[in-house]
């Protein structure tokens, strides 16, 4: 089973500020499997990127995921106070799904 | 735009079954395109895959190692719906459960469902 492993934990930045996010995976992700979720306190999880760079449907371009392999990255390019949430990175290896620990992203 | 509303108890015996169903709106169940996926998420194991049912011309069905001995989904296309049924739940099987439309990522959530196992 691929592990994913995300940094930092906690990540504390001021709106306007770009925000990068980490996730490492054990083993090489295939097919570039990758995706990224956005979480707020109560909701589901919102998918923010899939297949490592393709923003999903109304995802503010603001948003990208870059990386290949094992290394993984989410940018935020300008934070809206809106963005403040949890983030999962997801990888995809047949027929199973395993997610990272997350990252808080919080406000500094 | 698809909508899956979810719905079953928030508390469950130990030993017991935990039964959860996932009604589908602006989709179908049998859809060639789309995979149903049930997910749960607490603190000490974080976000959990728990497996998914497709349609391909045939019913396809994939759980996770961890609870492949205790789980089943079932599509229903009469009502356009999926349930989970986990059985021999303990208190470890506490999260809150999600069903969750996507092949090779989720696109689509339900609202979530806490399931407390407890005496």
């Known amino acids: 089973e691929t592990v994913l492993t995300q940094s930092p934990g906690t990540l504390s930045l001021s709106p306007g500020e770009r925000a990068t996010l980490s996730c490492r995976a054990s083993?090489?992700?295939?097919?570039?499997?990758l995706a990224w979720y956005q979480q707020k306190p109560g909701q589901a999880p919102r998918l923010l990127i899939y297949?490592?760079?393709s923003r999903a449907t109304g995802i503010p371009d603001r948003f990208s995921g870059s990386g290949s392999g094992t290394d993984f990255t989410l940018t935020i390019s300008r934070l809206e106070p809106e963005d403040f949430a949890v983030y999962y990175c997801?990888?995809?290896?047949?027929?199973?799904?395993?997610f990272g620990q997350g990252t808080k992203l919080e406000i500094k | 735009q698809v909508q899956l509303q979810q719905s079953g108890p928030g508390l469950v015996k130990p030993s017991q079954t935990l039964s959860l169903t996932c009604a589908i709106s602006g989709d179908s169940v049998s859809s060639n395109s789309a995979a149903w996926n049930w997910i749960r998420q607490s603190p000490s194991r974080g976000l959990e895959w728990l497996g998914r049912?497709?349609?391909?011309?045939?019913?396809?069905?994939d759980y996770a190692l961890s609870v492949k001995s205790r789980i089943t989904i079932k599509p229903d296309t009469s009502k356009n719906q999926f349930s989970l049924h986990l059985n021999s739940v303990t208190p470890g099987d506490t999260a809150v459960y999600y069903c969750a439309r996507g092949s090779f990522s989720q696109d689509s959530w339900g609202q979530g469902i806490l399931v407390t196992v407890s005496s």
């Open positions: 997801q990888q995809y290896d047949s027929p199973s799904y395993t």
């Open positions: 083993q090489s992700v295939g097919g570039s499997y």
């Open positions: 297949g490592v760079s």
């Open positions: 049912t497709y349609y391909r011309s045939t019913w396809y069905f």
